[in-house]
């Protein structure tokens, strides 16, 4: 799974606000992602946000080939 700044991505727990839709501002061997819901940020390590990201909801990322 392919993941880049912009993406909206929805995680297996709702942040405590209510929100479940997050926006990716950083990625690499740490990822930074900020709550949709609040505007709250979090960083965390690409190995434990993979563990808990559910699904991208929208990406902004144009594909240039298709493999
Ligand atoms: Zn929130």
């Known amino acids: 799974m392919q993941f880049y700044v912009g993406d909206i991505v929805q995680m297996k727990k709702n942040h405590p606000c209510g929100a479940v839709q997050w926006e990716i ?3 690499g061997m740490d990822f930074r ?3 949709c819901g ?4 979090v960083m965390l390590p690409r190995v434990k946000f993979e ?4 699904k991208v909801i929208s990406s902004t990322h144009v594909e240039e080939n298709t493999q």
């Open 25 to 27: 501002l950083r990625v």
């Open 33 to 35: 992602i900020k709550c």
């Open 38 to 41: 609040c505007g709250h940020m």
């Open 51 to 54: 563990k808990n990201v559910k």
